[in-house]
T-cell receptor
Framework: RKEVEQDPGPFNVPEGATVAFNCTYSNSASQSFFWYRQDCRKEPKLLMS???SGNEDGRFTAQLNRASQYISLLIRDSKLSDSATYLCVVNRDDSWGKLQFGAGTQVVVTP | GAVVSQHPSRVICKSGTSVKIECRSLDFQATTMFWYRQFPKQSLMLMATSNEGSKATYEQGVEKDKFLINHASLTLSTLTVTSAHPEDSSFYIC??????????????????FGPGTRLTVL
């Protein structure tokens, strides 16, 4: 079983619509969670950290469910520029600072 | 602030040659840098953790004699792929851990990624 699993998609979303997707992680000792965005053939860029109480950053809302070991990302009012691959990232408990990446969920926002 | 550069951005080499990739933190000091590899449609896989002034720590399955890492200063880490083969063709990305603030935002322990190096071994 992969440590971090994501639905690869693609999620085809009309512009202005809402899209949400989850990620599951296997290590219950994980402490830090993030969503990164990766554009085609580019490096990942931090979108937002995910806090236990859930958090929002503009049109993006992240939730953490420790009991079920999943995190989610919701994008409201999708823009064409939101088209990207969204990477679920979890810290590894064995060494502070090491990150475990999911393979990513592709989102395609269409006009 | 918190910018990481990589050089070269793209390299094509013949099988059997060695390739050196540089990772620099341009406006901050990074005691720890990480090297990742990403194959098409797959996740980033951590190869090794590079600590300034000490030996790198390699992940299981990564050959330390093939992927030589040197972290000689607080702003530079290098990855050398020795005797490269076609199966080493991949996207290599470094990241540097930043503790402090960037643009007014607390970036404690946030990792900033370089733009990556696309290696093609013929």
């Amino acid at each position: 079983r992969k440590e971090v699993e994501q639905d690869p998609g693609p999620f085809n979303v009309p512009e202005g619509a809402t899209v949400a997707f989850n990620c599951t992680y296997s290590n219950s000792a994980s402490q830090s969670f993030f969503w990164y965005r990766q554009d085609c053939r580019k490096e990942p860029k931090l979108l937002m950290s995910v806090y236990s109480s859930g958090n929002e950053d503009g049109r993006f809302t992240a939730q953490l469910n420790r009991a079920s070991q999943y995190i989610s990302l919701l994008i409201r009012d999708s823009k064409l520029s939101d088209s990207a691959t969204y990477l679920c990232v979890v810290n590894r408990d064995d060494s502070w600072g090491k990150l475990q990446f999911g393979a990513g969920t592709q989102v395609v926002v269409t006009p | 602030g918190a910018v990481v550069s990589q050089h070269p951005s793209r390299v094509i080499c013949k099988s059997g040659t060695s390739v050196k990739i540089e990772c620099r933190s341009l406006d901050f000091q990074a005691t720890t840098m990480f090297w990742y590899r990403q194959f098409p449609k797959q996740s980033l896989m951590l190869m090794a953790t590079s600590n300034e002034g000490s030996k790198a720590t390699y992940e299981q399955g990564v050959e330390k004699d093939k992927f030589l890492i040197n972290h000689a200063s607080l702003t530079l880490s290098t990855l050398t792929v020795t005797s490269a083969h076609p199966e080493d063709s991949s996207f290599y990305i470094c990241s540097a851990r930043h503790a402090g603030t960037s643009g007014g935002r607390n970036t404690y322990n946030e990792q900033f990624f370089g733009p990556g190096t696309r290696l093609t071994v013929l």
